[in-house]
């Protein structure tokens, strides 16, 4: 696809145009999986990034469900009669709100070869050049299937709040989850301090701990349950009888504690709740409550970090597809990939994605082991 790319003809580049090995006419976006805060602010800088570099863009709805279905939409235009390119009208908001405003979708179509055939065809029929595929661990999948199978070269962009995305130490929307969990940790503790309360917090994250690791310390938190330490229901309850045994004893005295527990640790937190509750009745005056925090962490506007990391990332991957480059994704300050001219940017090989989050998620890989021993130190100085 790459040899047939070209710009329309007398269709200038932006006076910063980089150097680039492939001549693109026309790139499309499409966010896919569980939204993340950050991903418009990825959309917005790729549609100006594109649109400098003489570059149309085409916006996929609904992720792979839009890319079968053959649903896009023109995000550039012509400026005037300068040959020049320009955002639609209307979307100057972008790049500020969560969610993720092409829209997404869990599409099972495209794990069969029929559906990712069809949205092949949708890129050769619209004549696109490149794709830039924003999304988790399932979606980059997803785009490593398709980057085997059709000649559009394709570029990934990590975007999760779960963090569980191999080959990147950071993903949109984690920075902006964590913020939102602190924030509801500490509204929650007031109350709990106010009723000498014991809360169990659950926060999303999948088979993924690192949400509830991550902000354990900073909500201050006073133990926190995570999928990479497996332990049984009644493990997970003495330790956590002994710790609010400990904590509201006359000697240490506090007046709330605070469990997070991830939701990829298999009891239910509602039950947990009741459980402990009959534990410690003989507590005067303690009780135990327990929060999902659910989809509350995913919505919300993007932080200064995930508007900064999307905008980095989709410099990456414009300048990637520039370059010629195909099955790969953007890695922030990654140990593996090749280097871009952005230090915390690489470029990592969809391939290698794939062997490192499963073990990242089996916690053999580097990053997952350094997670862990984190935790363990933590988690000596949370219960104090
Ligand atoms: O992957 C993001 C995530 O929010 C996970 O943390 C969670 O397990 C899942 O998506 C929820 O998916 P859905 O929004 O489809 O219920």
Known sequence: MLDRAVRPAGRTAGADTLPAVANLGKIAVLTSGGDAPGMNSAVWAIIKLAAARGIQVLGVRRGFDG?????????????????????????????????????????????????????????????????????????????????????????GIPASIDNDIGGTTDAIGVDTALNTIIEACDRVSDTARSHHRAFIIEVMGRRSGYLAMASAAAATADAVLVPEQPKSEDEILDQLEQLLRKSFSKERGKRRVLIIKAEGVAAPTMLLAERLQARVEDLAGVDVRA??????????????????????????????????????????????????????????????????????????????????????????????
């Open 67 to 155: 890319l079968i279905d053959g649903e896009t939409e023109e995000l550039t235009r012509e400026l005037g009669t300068t040959n020049r390119l320009a955002p639609v009208h209307g979307l100057d908001w972008l790049a500020a709100t969560g969610g993720t405003f092409l829209g997404s979708s869990r599409c099972p179509r495209f794990l069969t070869p029929d559906g990712r055939r069809m949205a092949c065809g949708t890129m050769t029929d619209a004549e696109i050049d490149g794709l830039i595929i924003i999304g988790g661990n399932g979606s980059l999948t997803g785009a490593h299937l398709l980057g085997k199978e059709c000649t559009v070269p394709i570029v």
């Open 291 to 384: 929060t999902v925090l659910g989809h509350l962490i995913r919505g919300g506007h993007p932080s200064y970090h995930d508007r900064m990391i999307a905008g980095r990332f989709a410099l990456a991957a414009v300048g990637a597809l520039l370059a010629g480059a195909t099955d790969v994704m953007t890695g922030w300050q990654s140990s593996i990939g090749t280097t871009t001219p952005d230090t915390n940017v690489s470029l990592v090989p969809l391939s290698d994605m794939l062997v490192e989050t499963e073990r990242m998620l089996d916690g053999s890989s580097e990053i997952g082991r350094m997670r862990l021993e984190l935790i363990r130190e933590v988690e000596q100085v949370l219960a104090l």
